[in-house]
């Protein structure tokens, strides 16, 4: 089973510049997370999808920040215009449903680098 | 809101020594507790999980960990250490109170010598 899949990899930018990641989940998971990682602390949700509908956006700086997911598949997450403090990797997970109970699988993230 | 303290954010351990990564979580009700493993340059990894089911829970690669009500706490102990256990460690709970967001803890990282 593949897992989830994550682009690019690493990404440079100037702040100010806009930027965006993409995310294709495990086949099948209709809830699709994105989190930001700040170097030495741990993941924070920016939002949550149940299949197209957004669940949960409330940590997400709606001012820069937009992501959308569309068909129930693939994301992407945009960020316009970047900030030095955007710097951090962006992991994308997915799980097969909401239930608190379910494990969240993650991709290997986008590492960027806001200069 | 729902807050997750991992005490000690490095650890130095001996291979074949005991591991012991603590968890403290603060919640109302029962919540479902994780704990994932990162290695480096890649995402995270499912350890194990408490879904309300044994209070001792076992996971891959000879870890457990004991889901204590009364401490709020959920420890995470592997009984020897291997140099492959060197990575980052995250505690996270889920709670169905608070829609059952995952939040994280800010992580320990466990340095093996040999």
């Known amino acids: 089973e593949a897992g989830v899949a994550q682009s690019p990899r690493y990404k440079i930018i100037e702040k100010r510049q806009s930027v965006a990641f993409w995310c294709n989940p495990i086949?099948?998971?209709?809830?699709l997370y994105w989190y930001q990682q700040i170097l030495g602390q741990g993941p924070k949700l920016l939002i949550q999808?149940?299949?197209?509908?957004?669940?949960?956006d409330s940590q997400l700086p709606k001012d820069r920040f937009s992501a959308e997911r569309l068909k129930g598949v693939d994301s992407t997450l945009k960020i316009q215009p970047a900030k030095l403090e955007d710097s951090a990797v962006y992991l994308c997970?997915?799980?097969?449903?909401?239930?608190?109970?379910?494990?969240?699988?993650f991709g290997p993230g986008t590492r960027l680098t806001v200069l | 809101a729902q807050s997750v303290t991992q005490l000690g954010s490095h650890v130095s351990v001996s291979e074949g020594a005991l591991v012991l990564l603590r968890c403290n979580y603060s919640?109302?009700?029962?919540?479902?507790l994780f704990w994932y493993v990162q290695y480096p340059n890649q995402g995270l990894q499912l350890l194990l999980k408490?879904?309300?089911?044994?209070?001792l829970v076992k996971g891959i690669n000879g870890f457990e960990a004991e889901f204590k009500k009364s401490e709020t706490s959920f420890h995470l102990t592997k009984p020897s250490a291997h140099m492959s256990d060197a990575a980052e460690y995250f505690c996270?709970?889920?709670?169905?109170?608070?829609?059952?967001?995952?939040?994280f803890g800010g992580g320990t990282r466990v340095l093996v010598k040999p």
């Open positions: 997970a997915s799980s097969p449903g909401q239930g608190g109970y379910n494990e969240q699988f």
């Open positions: 086949s099948g998971h209709a809830t």
């Open positions: 999808f149940q299949n197209n509908g957004v669940v949960d």
């Open positions: 919640s109302s009700v029962p919540p479902y």
């Open positions: 408490y879904t309300s089911a044994a209070t």
């Open positions: 996270a709970v889920s709670d169905p109170a608070a829609g059952n967001k995952l939040t």
